[in-house]
């Protein structure tokens, strides 16, 4: 059995193949090192699927949608013992999420989420005075807000390398540094891989996450973006000065969203997504790092925390997301091949549902048929992107429209109509916003 990925879907993906059938020969290809993509460079914020309960609704119905949100909630808590048990030091907190609004226009952004769950006999989210949102945030940039508190922040790079060592101890041949250049659709599969090596498997998994955009299969069905990150110095006088004490996970509700939280040593780690948006989804150098972007983030750092202007930042860095249409997974068999399955699209929300995913991903891989393989996130019908170069023209011209509407709204001014109307063909995000 063979992984392309050495992030927290396929290793996550990897134990548990051996949990099930230890008999099973597991080898993970990793072009960088386990974790040099989303994995160990995102914000460290495990959430569960609430957000997205009215987008699960649409695609699975009620009852499906029910189950797959307590698995992705249930997931956080499996993440905790499963640090506890192998001694994985990570600094989770169990914080919850505060989703919040920044500007009167982001108002009552998760009104449909609330109401779907509650419909659904689920009172998850809890809807908070303006007064607690701005004492919990540590800002008065925070005008209104819910929790959620299922949510969890964790330093994922410490946990993806401890997950590598458990992955190691059970059997798992890791292959790091070795980047896949090709692969053959017939069964066994021929892996091809840089310097000339060739891998041969019964079946593959692929687990690329941005870079499976690059597959002719899955090519319309992803898009990539980039998401950037500053981090501060340590500062947990100031922090305690402003009120922000707790452990929990922030965003707004912005369309691009800015996403933070602090650390156990007292830096602010604050990030904006989808800003960038390359041609015909290259991953250039460019998105691991853009100076522009990273003054960007840290100019919105600034403002919804003018209290830190004087903070430095002291480290910034950014990296691909890969994006679906609704920002939920897809899971699959690729051209419908049995013995090459995938599951991609993550859409900046994989640390706590990437150990659902991983469940779905070993019941196809090992040919199981159980609830896993059979949940309709299996092979399901995906909206599907428009080619180049109408994807990228159009993507820019949305993204600027986003810009241009959330900038009036943080500045008090009406946008345009142009802009407004431009700015609904904008994909779903991380929350499904009212």
């Given at each position: 059995?063979a992984?392309v990925g050495?992030?927290?879907?396929?290793?996550?993906t990897?134990v548990?193949i051996?949990q099930r059938?230890?008999a099973?020969d597991?080898?993970?290809l990793?072009q960088d090192i386990c974790g040099?993509g989303?994995s160990?460079?995102?914000?460290?914020?495990?959430?569960?699927?609430w957000?997205?309960i009215?987008?699960?609704?649409d695609l699975?119905?009620?009852e499906?949608a029910?189950w797959l949100?307590?698995a992705?909630?249930a997931?956080i808590?499996?993440?905790?013992a499963f640090?506890?048990?192998?001694n994985?030091?990570?600094g989770?907190r169990h914080?919850?999420?505060l989703w919040?609004?920044?500007?009167p226009?982001?108002i009552?952004?998760?009104?449909?989420?609330?109401?779907?769950?509650?419909?659904?006999?689920?009172?998850?989210f809890?809807?908070l005075e303006?007064?607690?949102?701005?004492?919990r945030?540590?800002s008065?940039v925070h005008i209104?807000?819910i929790?959620?508190?299922q949510a969890a922040?964790?330093?994922?790079?410490?946990?993806?390398?401890?997950?590598?060592?458990?992955a190691?101890e059970l059997?798992v041949?890791?292959f790091e540094?070795?980047?896949?250049t090709?692969?053959?659709?017939?069964?066994?599969?021929?892996?091809?891989?840089?310097?000339?090596?060739?891998?041969t498997a019964e079946?593959?998994?692929?687990a690329?996450n941005?870079?499976a955009a690059?597959?002719?299969e899955?090519?319309?069905s992803?898009?990539?973006?980039?998401?950037?990150?500053?981090?501060?110095?340590?500062?947990?006088?100031r922090l305690a000065?402003?009120g922000w004490l707790?452990?929990e996970g922030i965003?707004?509700?912005?369309?691009?969203v800015?996403y933070y939280?602090t650390?156990?040593d007292?830096?602010?780690?604050?990030g904006?997504?989808t800003?960038?948006?390359p041609?015909a989804n290259?991953i250039g150098?460019d998105?691991d790092?853009s100076?522009q972007r990273?003054?960007s983030?840290?100019s919105?750092?600034?403002?919804s925390?003018p209290?830190?202007?004087g903070v430095?930042?002291e480290?910034g860095?950014?990296?691909?997301i890969d994006?679906?249409?609704?920002?939920l997974?897809?899971?699959?068999?690729?051209?419908?091949?049995?013995?090459i399955?995938?599951?991609v699209g993550w859409?900046?929300?994989?640390?706590?549902?990437?150990l659902?995913?991983?469940r779905?991903l070993?019941?196809?891989?090992?040919?199981?048929?159980?609830?896993?393989?059979?949940?309709?996130?299996?092979?399901?019908p995906h909206?599907?992107?428009?080619?180049?170069p109408?994807?990228y023209?159009?993507?820019?011209?949305?993204r600027?429209?986003?810009?241009?509407?959330?900038t009036?709204?943080i500045e008090g001014r009406?946008?345009?109509?142009l802009?407004?109307?431009l700015?609904?063909?904008a994909?779903?995000g991380?929350e499904?916003?009212?």
């Amino acid at each position: 059995m063979a992984i392309v990925g050495g992030g927290f879907v396929g290793l996550w993906t990897a134990v548990r193949i051996k949990q099930r059938d230890p008999a099973t020969d597991v080898v993970v290809l990793e072009q960088d090192i386990c974790g040099g993509g989303a994995s160990g460079r995102n914000g460290g914020m495990a959430l569960s699927w609430w957000p997205k309960i009215a987008s699960l609704v649409d695609l699975c119905g009620e009852e499906e949608a029910l189950w797959l949100v307590r698995a992705s909630e249930a997931a956080i808590d499996e993440l905790q013992a499963f640090c506890k048990e192998h001694n994985i030091d990570c600094g989770l907190r169990h914080g919850g999420l505060l989703w919040t609004a920044t500007t009167p226009a982001q108002i009552d952004a998760w009104k449909s989420v609330v109401e779907t769950s509650e419909r659904l006999g689920a009172h998850v989210f809890q809807h908070l005075e303006p007064s607690e949102v701005a004492q919990r945030t540590g800002s008065a940039v925070h005008i209104d807000g819910i929790f959620d508190p299922q949510a969890a922040t964790l330093q994922p790079a410490a946990l993806v390398r401890g997950l590598r060592r458990v992955a190691i101890e059970l059997g798992v041949r890791i292959f790091e540094g070795t980047r896949m250049t090709s692969f053959g659709r017939e069964r066994p599969v021929a892996i091809q891989c840089e310097g000339g090596g060739v891998l041969t498997a019964e079946k593959l998994v692929v687990a690329m996450n941005a870079w499976a955009a690059g597959l002719p299969e899955l090519r319309r069905s992803l898009v990539v973006v980039s998401s950037d990150i500053v981090a501060t110095a340590p500062v947990p006088d100031r922090l305690a000065d402003i009120g922000w004490l707790g452990a929990e996970g922030i965003t707004d509700s912005q369309v691009m969203v800015n996403y933070y939280r602090t650390t156990p040593d007292g830096r602010v780690v604050f990030g904006k997504g989808t800003a960038g948006l390359p041609f015909a989804n290259r991953i250039g150098e460019d998105m691991d790092y853009s100076p522009q972007r990273s003054a960007s983030v840290s100019s919105e750092l600034r403002r919804s925390y003018p209290q830190l202007a004087g903070v430095p930042i002291e480290y910034g860095w950014g990296g691909p997301i890969d994006r679906t249409a609704n920002s939920l997974p897809i899971f699959g068999h690729l051209g419908g091949r049995s013995h090459i399955v995938y599951g991609v699209g993550w859409s900046g929300n994989g640390v706590g549902p990437s150990l659902v995913g991983s469940r779905i991903l070993a019941s196809l891989a090992l040919g199981l048929q159980d609830e896993w393989s059979q949940t309709r996130l299996v092979d399901r019908p995906h909206e599907r992107f428009p080619p180049e170069p109408i994807r990228y023209l159009g993507g820019q011209l949305v993204r600027r429209a986003v810009l241009s509407k959330e900038t009036a709204e943080i500045e008090g001014r009406s946008p345009g109509f142009l802009a407004s109307q431009l700015a609904k063909l904008a994909p779903a995000g991380l929350e499904d916003k009212s």
